[in-house]
């Protein structure tokens, strides 16, 4: 799948925003402060199962927080995606729509899929729930699951029911996670600060390797034992963080008695446990890191380096990606952005990997090069 159109409602600094047709390459481009930078994060934070933070939501001119805050994604269907057809607008549209939303009852999940005429059929699980509705419909139920549901699908040929297309279908966040985890794009999200040393392009590139192999386990079945051992490590982790927190706000409160609350936001990942130590090259007069060449040689190796990180494998994937880039010509020179542009351009164009990537730049080497229909311009509007 890949993204199709973007719908916000008072995330962060929008109260309204709606962008459709997306390319398979996206550059957002205006000045300072006028919400490029949000709308990677609005992507980020729909391809998450990050939950809502005040830091997410709209306020208004009295600094007052909105009631109700969302982000909305529409994907176009791809001939490998497997999913569902229930999950899809419409029997032919195929496009999936699917929400999350933060109300003062919390966050909540949703999709818009195809449904019933009689809208308690949406959720036709649960033995005793499927024999009443078929009861409901002077239907004798069936004992097993598999034939009720057969029964349900005689009552859809007979036009006793209908199907019904974008019903709005509540789902837990498990659900919403096993969405993210099998169906829906995963997400690479790369920031300026990736693309300052060539020690932070590889480390970022290896912990990018990291993270498809984990993609990989999440999907396979064979290895899915593999990844619930990796589940009961890092709720190992988070329990040991969660008392050390604690000790730290027991023992700052000792030194301030009026502070009344410590946060840290803490992440458990592996793919960050990989590490990478300085990049060092030889050119026969013996090894070398890259600042310690000349100008010329460093340029040199440095376009390679941004070669290689943009780079994927010619392999079929069964799965897309979307990479976010905030800003990434700000570490880079002249040269290195047409070079960075160039590459990420061919990764959008291989129709092997399903790449699909959003820049938010400044940079006119790379609006010059983007084509009319990949640019999408962010202005501040007059009230600010």
């Known amino acids: 799948m890949y993204l199709k159109k973007l719908v916000l409602k008072n995330f962060r600094c929008y109260d309204k925003f709606e962008i459709e047709n997306l390319d398979k390459l996206t550059v957002f481009i205006g000045e300072n402060d006028a919400g490029k930078t949000v709308l990677l994060k609005a992507i980020e934070w729909l391809l998450s199962d990050k939950l809502c933070q005040e830091e997410d939501c709209f306020k208004d001119k009295d600094n007052k927080i909105s009631d109700e805050v969302f982000v909305e994604g529409h994907f176009q269907k791809e001939a490998f995606d497997v999913l569902d057809k229930k999950y899809f607008t419409s029997k032919e549209s195929g496009i999936f729509r699917v929400r999350k939303t933060y109300t003062a009852e919390g966050n909540k999940f949703c999709y818009f899929g195809r449904g019933y005429s009689d809208p308690e059929f949406n959720n036709f699980k649960g033995a005793a729930k499927q024999k009443a509705l078929l009861k409901k419909y002077e239907i004798n139920p069936a004992n097993t699951e598999a034939l009720r549901k057969q029964q349900l699908k005689g009552l859809v040929e007979k036009n006793i029911l209908q199907h019904t297309d974008s019903d709005k279908r509540e789902i837990t966040l498990a659900e919403y996670r096993e969405l993210l985890n099998i169906h ?173 990537c959003f820049i938010s730049t400044h940079s006119f080497s790379m609006v010059d090069r983007a084509r009319s229909e990949s640019l999408v311009h962010i202005r501040v509007k007059d009230n600010g």
């Open 184 to 356: 829906l794009p995963h997400i690479r999200p790369f920031s300026a600060s990736n693309y300052k040393t060539a020690d932070s392009i590889v480390q970022n590139k290896l912990r990018d390797v990291a993270r498809s192999v984990l993609d990989e386990t999440t999907a396979s079945k064979k290895l899915k034992k593999h990844l619930e051992s990796l589940k009961v490590i890092k709720k190992a982790i988070e329990d040991k963080l969660e008392k050390e927190l604690a000790e730290i706000e027991k023992t700052l409160k000792e030194h301030h008695k009026e502070l009344k609350k410590v946060k840290v936001d803490t992440k458990v990942t592996f793919e960050d446990a990989v590490g990478a130590s300085s990049l060092k090259l030889n050119l026969g007069d013996g090894e070398r890191l890259l600042e310690q060449f000349g100008d010329g040689t460093k340029r040199r190796l440095w376009m390679g380096l941004l070669e290689w990180d943009t780079e994927a494998k010619n392999e079929k994937s069964s799965r897309s990606v979307i990479r976010l880039y905030d800003e990434p010509d700000v570490n880079l020179h002249y040269r290195a952005q047409k070079q960075f542009f160039e590459n990420i351009e061919k990764l959008t164009e291989n129709s092997n990997i399903h790449t699909q």
